[in-house]
Each structure stands twice: as structure tokens, then as C-alpha cells.
């Protein structure tokens, strides 16, 4: 079982950044892809980026890419989506999830996991 804390959501201007973090506990952290999903509001949920279980592997949505980046520290259990040039649109609650099904599965919202989101505004 693993348990995923995101943190790190808050109120941006256009064209600021923010990073977000996913704190994971449990078992198992290094044997999971992670990603990172958003859903604004009256919307369907939308994938962002995912990571392989070594980091080695990184896959965005066509509107983040060049923009965000995924990483994460598997000694601390982690993991972190960094987001530059934030647009209003991208206002959304933010998740995290892992899955054992490697990074494409995951990237589908096939996730064995998931946090309960924080919340970005971004303002015009």
C-alpha cells in the first residue's frame, strides 16, 4: 500500500512558476512510475507527465512540454512537477499517482494510486 501527499499548490500569476511535490509513504516507492494528472473544474481529467521507476524515462502532455518538468528522488520517497510559464488555463487540482504497470499505463490514468490533489489558480 502506498499513501501519496501532494503539496506545493497555491496562487501564481501568469507566466510564474511552481512546483509541486508528491510525498509518498509506504511500501514499494521505487517499484512504481509516477505521474502527474490535472483536472480543472467541469472537466475531464487530464494527464501531464510521468515518470519511469529510474528516472531515466520522461513523458509530458503535448500542452506542458518544454515547460514542465518531472523528477523524482527515490532515497526520499518523491516526487516533484516543476512548472514554468503557468498559464490560466492551467488552473486545476493537481494529482499524483503511481503505477506498477510502467510509465504508459500510468500516462493512460491506469494507476494502482492516487493523492488527493492540491489546488493551482493561476491569474490573468
Known amino acids: 500500500q502506498v499513501q501519496l501527499v501532494e503539496s506545493g499548490g497555491g496562487l501564481v500569476q501568469a507566466g510564474g512558476s511552481l512546483r509541486l511535490s508528491c510525498a509518498a509513504s509506504?511500501?514499494?516507492?521505487?517499484?512504481?512510475?509516477m505521474g502527474w494528472f490535472r483536472q480543472a473544474q467541469g472537466k475531464e481529467r487530464e494527464f501531464v507527465a510521468v515518470?519511469?521507476?529510474?528516472?531515466?524515462?520522461?513523458y509530458y502532455g503535448d500542452s506542458v512540454k518544454g515547460r514542465f518538468t518531472i523528477s523524482r528522488d527515490n532515497a526520499k520517497n518523491a516526487v516533484y512537477l516543476q512548472m514554468n510559464s503557468l498559464k490560466p488555463e492551467e488552473t486545476a487540482v493537481y494529482y499524483c499517482?503511481?503505477?506498477?504497470?510502467?510509465?504508459?499505463?500510468?500516462?493512460?490514468?491506469?494507476?494502482?494510486?492516487w493523492g488527493k490533489g492540491t489546488l493551482v489558480t493561476v491569474s490573468s
Open positions: 499517482a503511481a503505477g506498477g504497470g510502467g510509465t504508459s499505463a500510468v500516462a493512460r490514468g491506469s494507476a494502482d494510486y
Open positions: 515518470i519511469s521507476i529510474s528516472g531515466a524515462n520522461r
Open positions: 509506504g511500501r514499494g516507492f521505487s517499484n512504481y512510475a
